[in-house]
Nanobody
């Protein structure tokens, strides 16, 4: 079993920055890909970043490319999402997810954190 605990959400003004953290507990072989998703009320859960445990290939949708950066500190079992130049449309609940393979679909991840709210005001 894998447990994921997010932190770092909050309220910022447009143009501001936040860094989300996700501590992973559990066997690494079950979380060979880590990802961040977000979901706003009435919207589907969309991937905003993903990265495999090994390798440098990361995924970002066009909506966040150049503004969001995913990274991890393996020694601390922690995944990060650095978010810069935030926009009101980035407002959502952000979730950390883990699975065996990287996917842009939330269905590809069996393990989820509880979520952390990000609110961006104009």
């Amino acid at each position: 079993q894998v447990q994921l605990v997010e932190s770092g959400g909050g309220s910022v003004q447009a143009g501001g920055s936040l860094r989300l953290s996700c501590v992973a507990i559990g066997p690494t072989y079950r979380r060979s890909c880590m990802a961040w998703f977000r979901q706003a009320p009435g919207n589907y859960r969309e991937a905003v970043a993903s990265m495999p445990d090994f390798g440098a290939i990361t995924y970002y949708p066009d909506s966040v490319k150049g503004r969001f950066t995913i990274s991890q500190d393996k020694a601390k079992n922690t995944l990060y999402l650095e978010m810069n130049n935030l926009k009101p449309e980035d407002t959502a609940m952000y979730y950390c997810a883990a699975g065996l393979g990287c996917s842009i679909s939330h269905e590809g991840y069996p393990y989820w954190g509880q979520g952390t709210q990000v609110t961006v005001s104009s």
